[in-house]
């Protein structure tokens, strides 16, 4: 495991460890200059997009709970039912996992065009519906973001799913359908119980992962309209790419890994519980 372990604390702790540093000094480029304790951290806290994006951050958590939670279970639930061509819907569904991020943003911000050429607006053209604003829409922006991201990311998290219900045992389904259990309470009272605990892991691996959303809002609305969906990641990126302030983006990317810290350990504490 020695090999391992440096190339882990090569790529993970030394960047961390500088990037806490960097966020207490004022820099040119990368370069520390002069000490300043926290007042880069209050900087960040002052700048005015900084609450737009932190509030951002958990609508996404919001929306991510509600569709990209339940569609993959859904999904695995629906393809472990299925008896023929079972393998060739796992590669189905698991096709849009492997296009890159940045494509599946420009793919999706042709179907989310507004005016007539979006592909969207052609398809309710056909049926006499007037093109509608998608991403212009406040309301609907961030919903419409965590649609793209669960088309993309789903397939593979269904797939761990099924994984874990090819583990139940058959003769506990074979008993509820005997005793006349429709395929929903089958579902209901086996299936869920048995998959809770994976459940739980990648429910706190979603949070993880929707805390560092960056290609959607950037490609598809550049986190507008008026930062209704600027995500914390792209506030980093901004700070860095954008304005060149690496000190700011540091101390705003350490206040993210303290966030996320928090509420991995508040989550295992309620899930402990509820478990004794």
């Not at 372990?5 to 790529?11: D, N, R």
């Not at 540093?21 to 004022?26: A, H, I, V």
């Not at 600027?230 to 000190?247: C, E, G, H, T, W």
């Amino acid at each position: 495991m020695f090999p391992t372990l440096i190339l882990f604390a090569f790529f993970v702790w030394v960047p961390l460890i500088g990037s806490v540093r960097l966020s207490l000094y004022n820099a040119q480029g990368i370069r520390l200059q002069e000490f300043v304790g926290f007042e880069n951290y209050i900087r960040v806290f002052k700048h005015p997009d900084f609450l737009a994006a932190f509030r951002n951050t958990f609508v996404y958590i919001f929306w991510s709970l509600i569709l990209g939670f339940w569609v993959p279970i859904i999904m695995a639930a629906l393809i472990s039912e299925v008896a023929n061509f079972k393998n060739a819907f796992r590669v189905g569904v698991y096709f849009p996992n492997i296009i890159p991020g940045l494509a599946t943003s420009l793919i999706w911000g042709f179907f989310f065009r507004p005016g007539p050429t979006g592909v969207l607006n052609i398809l309710l053209g056909k049926i006499g519906i007037n093109p509608l604003v998608w991403l212009t829409n406040p309301r609907l922006t961030i919903p419409l973001i965590v649609l793209t991201m669960t088309w993309k990311s789903a397939g593979s998290t269904a797939l761990i799913y099924m994984a874990g219900m090819s583990n139940i045992s058959s003769d506990l389904y074979e008993a509820a359908t005997i005793d006349g259990a429709t395929p929903f309470k089958r579902f209901l009272h086996i299936t869920m119980p048995s998959i809770l605990s994976l459940g739980k892991t990648l429910l706190i691996l979603q949070i993880i992962a929707v805390f560092q959303i960056l290609y959607e809002p950037l490609i598809l609305t550049n986190g507008g309209p008026n930062n209704a969906s600027i995500s914390i990641m792209q506030l980093v990126y901004n700070y860095a790419f954008r304005d060149f302030k690496y000190p700011m983006a540091a101390s705003l990317s350490v206040l993210i890994c303290i966030v996320l810290v928090i509420l991995t350990v508040v989550y295992f504490r309620i899930t402990k519980t509820s478990n004794d």
